[in-house]
């Protein structure tokens, strides 16, 4: 029965697919559907005719049927991508282009299962996980339709990458494998809200990829009031874990996110635990406007921002400050799923 993506399938598995006498067809498939973002075997040309017939038998090839639209936003150069995989399964995935690479904001989960009181996505049903196709399906979907490639990947966009971690890790191999799409390490990123045991065997694989975690506040019981995970994999846990295995981290592989959430965790006091963290992690900070109002929260004003970011950069650690492109088309971090929106339509067809 076709049940799966040709997109899940790595180099191995299309090894073992293959018939042993052809093994060097599993690589120019792995290639079609990997490197040439093929959606059909009909497109992949060198193929005999047998085997693409074999391949359209044994696989499940949707086209580009997920898409149901895409919104480019008005402001800034962002394109809100809209797939629904199975009726009740729907996602979205975020191009984010600058100056010199195109960033691509990849969902790993329909909705989510936690629901952290800022963030949108934690609003909506969760209706499960994706498959590693179905992760990459969106980069591919994404080459195709902006006709440029993708420099780099963030698992930020709907769900928890640590409660899919299979599927996640199989797809951010096959995006940095040369058999694949071959994109640094250093520029595909995945971003947890703290799942220990996720994060405890992402660091014994030793897994190449860059580690963001979404601390929000370095002070325990506050943190707690605005994520529920906290109760469950309490912060000073994580913090003792990745301290205890710091040797087994390359540098510059963890960052820290820190949402700025106005008259809630920008005080000295704020300041002065996140700094702690940071600097006993030898860790980067993002630190990241709030972009929605939920619950009572306001995005801060730009001088309390300013003021924030003073305060720990003063101080020696390196900050990114990430700017919140797509707003107008709800494409900003923990924006997805907000249903209203404006920017402009492009119909997928
Ligand atoms: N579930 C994972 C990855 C997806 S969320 C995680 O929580 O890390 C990706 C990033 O978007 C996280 O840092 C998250 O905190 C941030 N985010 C969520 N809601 C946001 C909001 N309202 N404003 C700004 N950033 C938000
Ligand atoms: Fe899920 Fe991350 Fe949103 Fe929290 S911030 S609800 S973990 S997607």
Redesign the pocket.
Known sequence: MKTELAQSLNLEDWQSWILPDAKYRAAQINHWVHKKNALSPDEMSDLPLAMRERLARDFEWPGESMLQSIRFSDADQTAKFSLAFEPNKKIETVWLPYENRQSLCVSVQSG?S?D?S????GKMKFTGNLSAGQILLQVYLARRRMNKDVTNIV???????FYNYDNVMKAALILHSDFGSGISTRRITV???GVLPGIERFVREKQPFKL?L?L?SAIPEKRAKIMDIEKKFPMDDIVKFLYDNRSELKPNQLMI?Y?MIKDFNMGSEDADSLFKVAKKLDAKINL?????A?AGMERPSDSEIDTFWRSIRDRGIVIINRR?PAKDIDG????LALKESTGHNEPAA
Not at 118 to 121: L, S
Not at 332 to 335: H, S, V
């Open positions: 989510c936690l952290c800022f963030c949108a996505t698992f930020m966009g709907m769900g928890e990458p971003s947890t809200s963001a979404s929000h996110e949402i990241i406007p709030l972009n929605t939920f919140s900003a971090c923990g924006m």
